[in-house]
């Protein structure tokens, strides 16, 4: 005799198991104890929610991490927590849901998350999606509560918990959990919901002392990366850009948690792409390569990084001369940064640099000044993007701030944002000499500013052309190594 009836988390392709087996499944089975220990960072995570706790005194707070995205079919990507939600918990677990409850005296946090599947049940060895057979062993909620320092309530409550909410003096961070926006409306246009959404951006923009070490630990990795790949990149032959992608993906899955984000790798004209990621193409003795590449560590804190390399292993006079001018922008931007320092200056510090430089290339119609004037900004034509955004658990961190704390707002010590000033030179662009058409160039470190200034913590990486060519030929020397 069979079932007919598929139980939670079975698949349309799992077999349907006869009574005699199932009952066979369900005894015979040891427990498997599970050491936990309370996470040093915890205390950080308390912090923090103090913190959005006094920012919002008297309301409710719903703050979801999503789920799991489908791929094809019954398969997913890899989960990764949502951002402030992991900020404020430590929580991996997909579905999980944190509420801040309104009290008196603050606020009283309650994490939901779906506790583990014991070999007392038939979901230990018939649930695909959650059965412990199938994925592992899970907490209970004793050991999240014990891991995180926060008190743990079963998933499975968490519909009674939002249906005791009330709306007027609930705000949710929207957009991650469809089961969550539904059950709590937005109330009138939306603007409370999108000002939690703000406030956790701006709480997240400084970054304390074990978040700059997590940055650090990511940074390294990303190193340890980039030398990988400069050991495999030969000089005299060509290689497909996807082989530089996963020599620096080994790395970055193997000593952290995954890639920060996907990686950019172009050869030639594939280089000039701002948001080239196909990586299908060939690298070629003579051009130069463009390898704008991240390592998330494990507790999720990512680094962005690109350099430049000269393929044969030496620039050309040319190539020299562009690559010098994006060094001499991004330095003079480094050189700015300080705590009370405007976001704008930094910005029009290397604007100015990269268009003094066009100027000297002879490719700007009129002068320098005529170029900068906010009314026509031609020296954009040739690097579109910014000179940097914010860093720490997103690629692009705290994009949730307001343009009067971000783009329009004053840099603070313990923020951590990117360097990257760039000029590219389209294959097709006719406004440039034949000799520049199909040049691409970006330097990108992650900067750490401090009481005093800032601290490179990219460092670790060559910047200046000179030191490009000598570390080059140091990593090829060395050659390929095991992780």
């Known amino acids: 005799m069979t079932e007919d009836r598929p139980a939670e988390g079975e698949r349309p392709h799992d077999p349907h198991f006869p009574e005699k087996f199932l009952e066979f499944m369900r005894g015979g089975w040891a427990d498997s104890p599970l050491d936990v220990l309370t ?29 799991e995205k489908t791929r094809a079919n019954d398969t997913t990507y890899p989960f990764r927590p949502g951002t402030d939600f992991f900020w404020l918990t430590g929580e991996h677990d997909p579905e999980s849901v944190l509420i801040l409850r309104a009290t008196a005296s603050g606020h009283e946090s309650v994490l939901y998350v779906r506790p583990r599947s014991p070999k007392d ?48 003096r609930t705000r ?36 304390d002392e074990w978040e700059i070490a997590q940055l650090q630990d990511a940074c390294d990795i990303t190193v340890r990366g980039f030398e990988d790949v400069a050991r495999i990149l030969p000089a005299d032959r ?25 990686s950019i790798v172009g050869n030639g004209p594939h280089a ?55 060094y001499a922008s991004q330095q003079a931007g480094i050189d700015v940064i300080k705590p009370g320092v405007e976001w704008t200056e930094i910005k029009n510090t290397c604007n100015r640099v990269l268009a003094e430089g ?7 119609p009129g002068t320098v000044e005529e170029a900068l004037d906010p009314e026509a900004q031609y020296f954009r034509r040739w690097t579109l993007h910014g000179f940097g955004h914010m860093l720490g658990l997103d690629v692009h961190d705290c994009a949730n701030a307001s343009k009067e704390n971000y783009h329009e707002g004053k840099l ?20 440039v000499p034949a000799e520049l058409r199909g040049v691409g160039i970006r330097i990108e470190d992650d900067i750490l500013v401090t009481d005093s200034g800032s601290v490179n913590l990219s460092g670790g990486l060559p910047r200046t052309s000179a030191e490009v060519e000598t570390w080059l030929g140091e990593q090829r020397e060395a050659g390929p190594r095991l992780p």
Do not use: C
């Not at 040093?40 to 707070?61: K, W």
């Not at 309530?153 to 009330?166: I, K, N, R, T």
């Not at 603070?412 to 406004?431: K, S």
């Open 272 to 326: 000039t792409i701002l948001h080239w990621t196909r990586n299908n193409g060939q690298t070629n003795p003579g051009d130069l390569i463009l390898m704008d590449m991240g390592a998330e560590n494990h507790n999720l804190y990512t680094a962005d990084v690109t350099r430049t390399l000269p393929v044969n292993g030496r620039f050309s006079p040319l190539q020299r001369q562009v690559y010098d001018v994006v």
């Open 412 to 431: 603070d010590t313990g923020y951590v944002l990117t360097v990257e000033p760039g000029l590219y030179f389209q294959a097709e662009d006719e406004l």
């Open 121 to 168: 049940t038939d979901a230990f060895f018939r649930n695909a999606m959650h059965g412990e057979l199938w994925v592992g062993r899970r907490h209970t909620l004793a050991e999240k509560t014990a891991e995180l320092g926060v008190e743990t309530a079963d998933l499975s409550g968490l519909e009674a918990a939002l249906a005791d909410l009330a709306p007027g």
């Open 39 to 67: 996470l040093p960072q915890s205390v950080n995570y308390a912090r923090r929610r103090d913190q959005l706790s006094a920012a919002f005194p008297g309301e409710n707070l719903v703050i979801p991490t999503g789920g």
């Open 358 to 364: 066009l100027y000297d290339l002879g490719v700007l």
């Open 238 to 262: 060509s290689v497909s850009e996807r082989l530089l992608e996963g020599i620096f993906a080994l790395r970055a899955r193997h000593d952290g948690n995954d890639l920060g984000y996907g």
């Open 172 to 207: 949710v961070l929207r957009t991650f959990d469809e089961a969550v926006d539904k059950a709590i409306l937005p109330v009138g246009d939306g603007s409370r919901d999108t000002e939690l959404a703000k406030v956790l951006s701006e709480l997240r923009l400084p970054k």
